[in-house]
């Protein structure tokens, strides 16, 4: 891993640091602030000689063979501010000597044959491992519990490395607990001086093995059972202390150090020195192929790395700051200040802190204050009317067995002066190093200053040498104003004001200590303590309960419509009423009411309905709340009811527009379904509709309506004009067609076979009056019975009425001169071609008049030009007229018989058929006249030549067509023929 070059020169530690260096001339040093409150006593005389190299520790060394020896057991260590010892476990240099957090440092030299002999003074089976070191082969067995292990290899490299438990199962949490340490491989001196790697690179004066670990109280109160997942050290050491206890790297300047890192913990610690360069030289007892400087090192757990420092010429006494620039400079989160008025908390330094000292102290004397534990206050909780009692202990049997001559307390603010705080009292101060149950009483003046809830006492001891130690603390709950009161609700809410209201809230009193007695209510204003409504308890007597009562209905109709407050709070076990919580009441008497409304469709035949829900009427309604005394309800349900109201509540649903009631207005729709339309009668309807607002008052109903239409038009007074028709080629058809419901938007007529409603001849419509122009061609002779029906908006077609015309048709039955092609004609049969005002027929091809209408006397005319057409051999048929079924009754020929053209007539009897002889003619008007009787007769004329007559009993035929073009051949012909002018009649020729 690549060291970091990025000085984190973080401006807040800087600026504490300042004040504890430089310090003057190596005379003598005055006293430094701390940021923790402790100063170092006064130095007097020469300072302390620098470090040096490391002594022979840890191992016996025998010529070519060390012998070490490590014992693990159990064992503590007093951590600042920690209330009690914190259990390790850690290894020993002898039998005898107590665990220690780090391991002693075992030292070696380059090339010597290592044994390390385990001694297992735990209840588990426990191994070591030696990372960096090659040739051994992972102990996953490890000593028994009061057995041993021996590890024995070769010191092949010199440098730094880490020893720590084993693969064992339990070989993660053994190392959390302390046991790890520092084993220093020594390299051959290069020019008399001690290097770490046996080059001139890495040669030092001084050298300082840093130890970092961290420790978790939580998980070494439990090593077995603690989930690691929720490992969180609250303490960060070098070599087992933490600032502002940690020993300095004594130097001198000019000098070069040797920094002998073992990240032995389980996290990274980017270490820092401010002011110098590092040169990292090697990691993991691998030397670096250049030295690379470095202001921060980046520690990975396990590893080990060697710096080298060179401290510059210059002004003796300076101190360069050695500390983890992973901004956790602090001992579990102390913090002094933060209760006191107008003072801030601040976090008091601690952690993996120390200095490079060129100016340390002589070791002549005790230069580190007592150590307090075991502070407690009594009572605890407390309330402001009790006296409190801090008890505690100060030892500095650990620090320089000084004797502890006296010691103080402060509430909340670590940065008052030292010596000012509450005084402890006790036999046993100036009497020796130990201290046990000193007590300071908290008077009565301080305690009512401080507010309510946890404040920190802070204790620190004095020793006979002038120092303060490390403070220690506990935390007192105070109570000052009784319990918290939460969570008040009041239901319903808003409120009409007429009926019992709910009241719900919790007392809580867990905060200081206490339980909940009693809790009350008012509304709107309070009275003395104890004077207001009692709540019921659901845990009396426990530290959180709930709290419940009710608002009387008569309590609620004597408030005033608008906002009310409802105040509660709750007695403590300290019989202190705790401060109110509110909650507001909104009473709210005026009732929401409709805006608007529609019904879609507003006008429905009862089978379709709106276009967003086809199988119902969607009904559109806009709802407001009025303010009442201020205040308004948020709308909070709608419903109708179609024609008759019922009881509130009990009507069809409405959904509000925008999916939730929240507002104070609404769009709100209800569906009707058609289903409920059956059996309502047609007409207009209404749905009564009405809101409720969230305080539960009901809008009155109010109606939207709608018109139901499911009958078609009434038709009445139909007439036909004139009557008897007296040969009119056409009649006027009128009616008066009438809807109760919606307008008459079409009408038609018809004769005979129902052809369906909308498939008869349209009719004219103007508002209730239909009316149409019948032609007569297609009638026949006699009584004819006109049916007329209407249909309305909604599409209802009525019953028809009708009206008996006597017909006598007219003269005229078709006509047509070709001058807009065939389309006046009723069919076209074949192929013809229509143009300049003529039919004309080539093939088979010929049109058709469907007008005749059981005609019994038939005239025709028209104008045929042979032109081109040859018939050759063929007998062909121009002119036909045809009965109901389709079949010829009377036929006009045209034959060339030796180059002359010629014609003839044929006529159905009951016989069959019979012909005029054929009489040449070459074309020109052809006229055709038939009559249907006992004796009837048929005439033909072609041009100016008379063809003949033809008589027979012609009676059970009538004439329902005519055809006209080239209708029948019997061979095949060329060219064409055509034809102009037709024209039929009933009773004189056209």
Known sequence: MRPSRTPRLLAGIAAALLALGPAPARAAAPPVALPTGRAPATLAGDPAPPQGVLPQTGCRLDGGTASCELWARPGTVVLPGAPAPVPIWGFAGTDTAPATLPGPVLVVDQGQRVTITLHNGLADALALAFPAVTGLVPDRTGAAPGGTRDYTFTAARPGTYLYEAGHTALGARQVAMGLVGALVVRAPAVGGRPSAYGDAASVYD?????????????????????????????????????????????TDVGRRVLLRYVAAGVQPHPMTLLGLDQAVVGQDARPAAYPEAAVTVPLQPGQAVDAVVAVPTGPDGRRFALLESGGRLNNAGQRYGGTVTGVSPQQA?????????????????????????????????????????????????????????????????????????????????????????????????????????????????????????????????????????????????????????????????????????????????????????????ANPGAAVTAESGTVPAVVAAALAEGRHTVLVHTRDSFDLWGPYAAA??????????????????????????????????????????????????????????????????????????????????????????????TGVPDGVHQVLVHARDSAGNWGPLAAVTFTLDRAGPVVSAVTATPNPTARAATLTLSATATDAASAVTAAEWYEGTDPGAGHGHPMTVGGTSVA???????????????????????????????????????????????????????????????????????????????????????????????????????????????????????????????????????LLRPAGWTYTGWVAANGGTVRLDWASATAGSATLKVGTVTVGTLTGDTSAQTVESAALGLVVRTAATTGSLSFDNYASTRYTAP
Not at 239 to 245: C, M, R, S, V, W
Not at 487 to 492: D, W
């Open 206 to 250: 001084d050298e300082a093995v840093l130890v970092l670990t961290e420790v978790d109280p939580a998980f070494n109160a439990a090593p077995l059972t603690y989930d690691m997942r929720a490992y969180a050290p609250k303490y960060r050491l070098i070599n087992g202390k933490a600032f502002p206890e940690t020993d300095v790297v004594a």
């Open 349 to 537: 330094f601690g952690g993996m802190l120390t200095f490079l000292d060129t100016n340390p102290p002589a070791d002549s004397g005790d230069h580190v204050g007592p150590t307090a534990g075991n502070v407690r206050a009594t009572p605890n909780p407390a309330s402001v009317r009790d006296a409190v009692t801090v008890t505690a202990d100060f030892t500095d049997a650990r620090n320089g067995n000084s004797v502890v001559d006296r010691a103080e307390a402060v509430v909340d603010d670590l940065r008052v002066a030292e010596g000012t705080g509450v005084p402890f009292t006790a036999t046993g101060f100036g009497a020796g190093p130990t201290v046990t149950g000193a007590t300071a009483a908290l008077p009565a003046d301080l305690l009512t200053t401080l507010t309510q809830g946890r404040h920190t006492i802070w204790v620190r001891g004095h020793d006979a040498a002038g120092n303060w130690g490390v403070v220690g603390s506990t935390t007192l709950n105070l109570a000052v104003t009784g319990a918290v009161t939460t969570g008040v609700t009041v239901t319903p809410n808003p409120s009409a004001g007429t009926g019992d209201l709910a009241l719900t809230a919790s007392g809580d009193d867990s905060g200081l200590g206490g339980t909940v007695t009693a809790a009350e209510w008012f509304v709107d204003t309070t009275g003395d303590n104890g004077t207001g409504t009692p709540l019921t308890l």
């Open 584 to 677: 507001d009441l909104v009473v709210d008497r005026t009732v929401p009411t409709l805006v608007s409304g529609a019904v879609d469709p507003a006008l429905s035949d009862g089978r379709t309905g709106s276009a967003s829900d086809p199988t119902d009427l969607r009904v559109n309604a806009a709802f407001t709340d009025p303010a009442g005394g201020g205040v308004h309800s948020a709308v909070a349900a709608a419903e109708g009811f179609l024609d008759t109201g019922g009881a509130d509540g009990t009507g069809f649903t409405f959904v509000a527009l925008d999916g939730s009631f929240n507002s104070g207005t609404e769009n709100t729709y209800g569906l009707l379904p058609l289903t409920e339309l």
């Open 772 to 906: 149409t122009t019948v032609a007569l061609n297609g009638f026949s002779a006699g009584s004819h019975t006109l049916r007329v029906r209407a249909r309305d908006a909604l599409g209802n077609w009525g019953t028809p009425g009708a009206a008996t015309v006597v017909v006598d048709p007219p003269n005229a039955i078709f006509a047509d001169a070709f001058t807009t092609g065939t389309g006046a004609w009723s069919r076209v049969v074949g192929t013809v071609s229509a143009g300049a005002g003529q039919l004309v027929a080539g093939t088979v091809g010929y049109v058709v008049d469907d007008t005749p209408a059981a005609e019994r006397t038939v005239h025709t005319r028209a104008d045929v030009t042979l032109g081109t057409f040859n018939p050759q051999t063929a007998v062909v048929t121009v002119q036909q007229l045809t009965n109901a079924a389709g079949a010829a009754v009377a036929v006009v020929q045209y034959r060339r018989n030796g180059g002359t053209n010629q014609f003839r007539l044929g």
